[in-house]
Nanobody, 124 residues
């Protein structure tokens, strides 16, 4: 059974930090790019960050670059999103996703498997 399970969301004050985790099972992981996306109520799903299979290449949306860090542990089939200096506008449901290929992509259409999401709420 293919599963991507996110965890680590919660309520935090502006300026605080959270670390999201996404554990994969039932599918290949170490040779596949992984991405984090977010969706706020009434808005489209937005790309946040992506990492290639090796973990050497990462890519971020401009609004989080320098504050968020994506990483992965292929031995644990897990991808992480460290979020620092959080802002109220970061409030959203965060999803991890896996591509069938190794290269990163900012388009959600390029990701075949998705987790159920974890809520991040940043209070001002």
């Amino acid at each position: 059974q293919v599963q991507l399970v996110e965890s680590g969301g919660g309520l935090v004050q502006a300026g605080g930090s959270l670390r999201l985790s996404c554990e994969a099972s039932g599918l290949t992981f170490g040779r596949n790019a992984m991405g984090w996306f977010r969706q706020a109520p009434g808005k489209e799903r937005q790309f946040v960050a992506a990492i290639d299979g090796s973990g050497r290449r990462t890519y971020y949306v401009a609004s989080v670059d320098g504050r968020f860090t994506i990483s992965r542990d292929n031995a644990k089939n897990t991808v992480y999103l460290q979020m620092n200096s959080l802002k109220p506008e970061d409030t959203a449901t965060y999803y991890c996703a896996r591509r069938d290929g190794d290269s990163t992509s900012t388009s959600p259409l390029q990701y075949a498997y998705w987790g159920q999401g974890t809520q991040v709420t940043v209070s001002s």
